[in-house]
């Protein structure tokens, strides 16, 4: 069973930045699926904000895409997230999420880390 970890979440001030790290357990996986990383305010739909897929092609969200950018490193199986000039409202938990081809393994997401942004 793939396990995603999640790390880098914390407090920062509006206009701040920061690195999200994902782990996962299975390099041979991690290395042929997609991934990417979601976002859930309180009482809001979690949200797909960047992917990046085995061929490294990526795609954000338009309310984020000139500020994130997702990277990732298939000999450490990890994926990081930067996140630049952070705004309250994007206070969340901010998911890791595996979207490995056809029957290999199941879609994945990681347990979650919390982000507030916050003076």
């Known amino acids: 069973q793939v396990q995603l970890v999640e790390f880098g979440g914390g407090l920062v001030q509006p206009g701040g930045s920061l690195m999200l790290c994902c782990d996962v357990?299975?390099?041979?996986?991690?290395?042929?699926?997609?991934i990417g990383w979601a976002r859930q305010a309180p009482g809001k739909e979690r949200e797909l904000i960047a992917l990046?897929?085995?061929?490294?092609?990526?795609t954000y969200a338009d309310s984020v895409k000139s500020r994130l950018t997702i990277l990732r490193k298939n000999y450490e199986n990890t994926v990081y997230l930067r996140m630049n000039d952070l705004t309250p409202d994007e206070t969340a938990v901010y998911f890791c999420?595996?979207?490995?081809?056809?029957?290999?393994?199941?879609?994945?997401w990681g347990q979650g880390t919390q982000i507030t942004v916050s003076s």
């Open positions: 999420h595996l979207v490995p081809p056809g029957d290999i393994a199941p879609n994945t």
């Open positions: 357990s299975l390099g041979c996986v991690f290395s042929i699926s997609d």
């Open positions: 990046i897929s085995r061929k490294n092609e990526r």
